[in-house]
């Protein structure tokens, strides 16, 4: 079962790190049904995968671990370990609210979390030097058009995911063009 799968305790592990429970509140509800977990997973698999995204969450989620299970070993671990702490870094020194909505929001809604994450790790990733940019500006993250796209959150179709992800990944990287 999920429990031998070696990929899980990975997650497990990230989710359970200081950086991550401190730039993820989560209301203790969400906290006991493992949310931090399913945030890092959904991470992992939008960033390797979204683009194959067409099916429910649950399927697509359950898919990528099956997959990863096969061959997910200490050089992928310490690789995934990298992108995961090199992204959530980048968002706490560049984004003023982190993953939050706003400086007083005392949760990180799901989608957010996602499009901030993964499109700040695809952009990490075409643009390694983007970590070196002593100050971006993020402030299209809390206005026009990235609110109304956090706003259609019931949308969970490949077309919604990709536009998010991809709305950060090319703000991001317009900074160094």
């Given at each position: 079962?999920?429990?031998?799968?070696?990929?899980?305790?990975?997650?497990?592990?990230?989710?359970?790190?200081?950086?991550?429970?401190?730039?993820?509140?989560?209301?203790?509800?969400k906290i006991?049904?493992?949310?931090?977990?399913?945030?890092?997973?959904?991470?992992?698999?939008?960033?390797?995968?979204?683009?194959?995204?067409?099916?429910?969450?649950?399927?697509?989620?359950?898919?990528?671990?099956?997959?990863?299970?096969?061959?997910?070993?200490?050089?992928?671990?310490?690789?995934?370990?990298?992108?995961?702490?090199?992204m959530l870094n980048f968002v706490d020194k560049n984004f003023p609210n982190g993953f939050r909505k706003s400086p007083g929001s005392t949760v990180v809604s799901r989608i957010r979390f996602e499009a901030t994450a993964v499109g700040s790790a695809l952009a990490l990733a075409t643009q390694p030097n983007l970590r070196d940019v002593p100050s971006i500006d993020t402030n299209w993250a809390y206005d026009e058009p990235f609110l109304g796209m956090m706003r259609s959150d019931a949308s969970n179709s490949r077309p919604k995911v990709k536009a998010r992800i991809e709305h950060v990944t090319n703000k991001l990287l317009e900074v160094t063009a």
């Open positions: 079962g999920t429990e031998t799968n070696p990929m899980i305790s990975f997650i497990r592990q990230l989710a359970n790190s200081v950086e991550f429970k401190r730039l993820i509140p989560l209301p203790e509800a006991k049904r493992r949310e931090h977990e399913e945030y890092v997973l959904r991470f992992f698999a939008y960033k390797d995968n979204y683009l194959n995204f067409d099916k429910s969450v649950r399927d697509f989620l359950d898919e990528y671990l099956s997959n990863m299970e096969a061959t997910f070993d200490d050089n992928k671990k310490s690789e995934y370990s990298r992108i995961f702490f090199d």
